[in-house]
């Protein structure tokens, strides 16, 4: 929205006037004090009493003085409007800088950055702060785009596939297994039903949505969320346990959200005979508590593991059913939006010989 504002003076012009202003108010001071001075001459006739030279009085001094005070003034008024013109311009050039990349990130060009040069001072740090802004600004449309497509890319797979079920048993209508098709059917229904729920969860909380707080015990969270997992998900998998207290102060939906993502994505992509999910919760040094799940699986690369937390990201390994369908790509997303609005540390790590380690470290309580 544009503003409708008075005209008035630009900076530049304004710290002219300042400079100029400045400079003559010192060579007024300097004039006051050469009166000053003056007045404690006498106005009589003086005669050098070793020559006998008449000596200037006060009345000469003050009128030799009159014509180079106010030729002084007219120099250093002009001095001063050129050289604050100047000096103004030079300190100002920065905030050029800084406007033009303004205009630039207003016009939808993100890419553009000042990197101003000079020694580190007020203009410099607000160069580089605005510098980081767009850094942040373009990484944070980057992954919107992303999103987007890959919101738009989730969704649409289903579709296509039950439009695809559809014409093949309309253009075969003696060959159609009814009872497949609505099988078939139902469960892109239940995909396509479990993404956008999901997608609402993740809007949700990335708007820091949460409920009232509470004193709860990761320790006692992660039970309960070992009692909901599905039995035949975890069929198979070995869980080791090691739930000392952890006391925080959150939202338990969220927290019990959280565990399950990742309690779910842990069981999900155990793809060896002899998998295992190792849970741990406990309080570090610092009284902060910690909340450790770690699962076998297939070799991850660090560099994807660092993206797994963008929405729609998957690793490259397979479900436990064998298939390439790894979940919807948005728990992890979801794990560390939760992380994020209480504050806490989220970190991933590769686990050597196969699988990940997440580690989340909430603040200590009171």
């Known amino acids: 929205m544009t503003r409708t504002r008075r005209p008035g003076l630009s900076i530049r012009l304004k710290l002219t006037l300042s400079y100029a202003g400045f400079l003559m108010v010192a060579w007024a001071g300097f004039v006051l004090v050469l009166a000053f001075v003056l007045r404690y001459l006498p106005d009589a006739n003086l005669v050098d009493a070793r ?13 030799a003085a009159v014509r180079p005070v106010v030729a002084g003034t007219l120099v250093l008024a002009a001095v001063g409007l050129l050289g604050g013109w100047l000096l103004a311009g030079r300190v100002l050039r920065p905030l050029q800088a ?3 990349a303004a205009t630039t990130a207003a016009g939808g060009s993100l890419t553009h950055r000042i990197d101003l040069p000079g020694p580190e001072d007020e203009l410099r740090q607000l160069a580089d702060g605005f510098d980081t802004m767009l850094d942040r600004l373009e ?4 992954e919107q785009r992303r999103f987007t497509a890959n919101a738009s890319h989730e969704l649409r797979t289903p579709n296509a596939v039950v439009k695809a079920m559809l014409d093949v048993a309309k253009a075969d209508p003696e060959g159609r297994d009814v009872d497949r098709l609505i099988d078939r059917t139902l469960e892109m229904n239940a995909r396509s039903t479990a993404i956008v729920d999901a997608l609402l969860r993740l809007a949700q909380t990335e708007q820091g949505h949460t409920g009232p707080t509470e004193v709860l015990d990761l320790a006692d ?6 009692d909901d997992l599905d039995p035949a998900a975890r069929d198979g998998v070995r869980l080791d346990l090691d739930l000392a207290p952890a006391p925080v102060v959150a939202d338990r939906e969220l927290v019990e959200r959280l565990v399950a993502n990742l309690l779910a994505n842990a069981v999900r992509h155990n793809t060896a005979s002899d998998g295992f999910v190792a849970v741990t919760t406990d309080r570090d040094a610092g009284g902060d508590a910690r909340l450790t799940v770690e699962n076998s699986g297939d070799e991850l690369d660090p560099a994807v593991v660092a993206t797994l937390v963008e929405p ?30 209480h504050r806490a540390d989220l970190a991933l790590r590769a686990r050597p010989g196969g699988g990940l380690v997440v ?7 009171s």
């Open 51 to 63: 020559g006998g030279i008449p000596a200037p009085n006060r009345s000469d001094l003050a009128e």
């Open 221 to 226: 969270v992660v039970r309960s969320g070992v």
């Open 139 to 142: 990484a944070a449309f980057e």
């Open 98 to 100: 800084i406007s033009q």
């Open 312 to 341: 729609f990201v998957r690793g490259r390994g397979r479900s436990r059913s064998g298939s390439a369908d790894t979940g919807s790509g948005l728990g992890l997303a979801i794990v560390a939006s939760v992380a994020r609005v």
């Open 359 to 365: 580690t989340v470290t909430f603040p200590a309580t």
